[in-house]
């Protein structure tokens, strides 16, 4: 009886792995970065002019969604992509650095322009609330305003990864936050070589 068990339970394996491998076979194959980015519409602070997923062509980016109030993870990570831009030797048009503001209350073109003038070649993007939610909708960014207890200020909880782009303006991958630097130095150099 054991036996016939055994039998039947690895045909049900063996009938899911064909099944799983046969929709694998047959599926549409995707273009490149179809599940990921998509239309939007910001305003940069380098110019204050309007700024879409067009402009993502010609130039490999790390896209960083955050807000200026945020007390430790967002002004970190804009650091390291300061730290690995210069450990690379490279320029503003090798690599182009965008902190997406997911606080559109709060961060205005000329809050975003403050906040960023310590940091080389930056640029910020803001833009309304239906604008910002269009743009986070397009890279799956998550973002929540956190009451702060017993205060009228809040903060804002959010995905906390850097976006690397390619500079056809496909995914490439991403870098974790306080991922190890030579980690991170390696994945930024393929992006650039790609």
Known sequence: ?????RIV???I????AVSATVIYLTKPIQPSGAMFG???EMVATSTGETFTQDDLIGTPTLMFFGFTHCPDVCPNTLYETQVWKERLGLADSDLRVLFVTVDPSRDTLDVMREYLSPLDGVVGLVGNEAQTDEIKRSYGVFSEQVEEDGSSQYSVNHTASV???DDEGNFFGTITYQEDTQTALDKVKRLIET
């Open 13 to 16: 394996v063996a009938l899911v």
């Open 1 to 5: 009886m054991l036996g016939k068990v």
């Open 38 to 40: 998509g239309p939007f």
């Open 9 to 11: 339970l690895w045909a």
């Open 163 to 165: 976006f690397m782009i």
